[in-house]
């Protein structure tokens, strides 16, 4: 029971209709900032160059700990940030993969 239902219940409802009080509640809407940390720490596991997948993982942690605190903007941008990164960081491991296959096989097609 809310205090100001358990006052009226207790006092009875007031006799004045003008000293009536209104409660406004306030409901934050729960907006949703993906963090990306999934996809950071593969790319920093597994696809990491130039260091991109550690820095996009350092961007999530700092997205996830502004949500934590509830700077949604920050979050947001944090978030943005480490989503560029994550996607440099696969299209350059997808590359380096590709060249460490394609370039032995022409190497040793030469022979």
């Not at 409660?23 to 260091?51: A, K």
Request: charged share 15%.
């Amino acid at each position: 029971m809310l205090k100001e239902e358990h006052e009226v219940a207790v006092l009875g409802a007031p006799h004045n209709p003008a000293s009536r009080r209104s409660t406004m509640i306030h409901i934050r809407s729960e907006t949703s900032v993906p963090d990306h940390i999934v996809w950071s720490l593969f790319n920093t596991l597994f696809m990491n160059p130039c260091c991109l997948g550690f820095i996009a993982f350092a961007y999530s942690m700092k997205s996830r700990d502004g949500k934590m605190v509830g700077d949604l903007t920050g979050a947001q941008d944090y978030a943005s940030t480490a989503k560029c990164l994550n996607i440099w960081a696969l299209i350059l491991g997808i590359l380096m993969t590709i060249l460490l296959i394609i370039i032995p096989v022409l190497i040793f097609q030469a022979y």
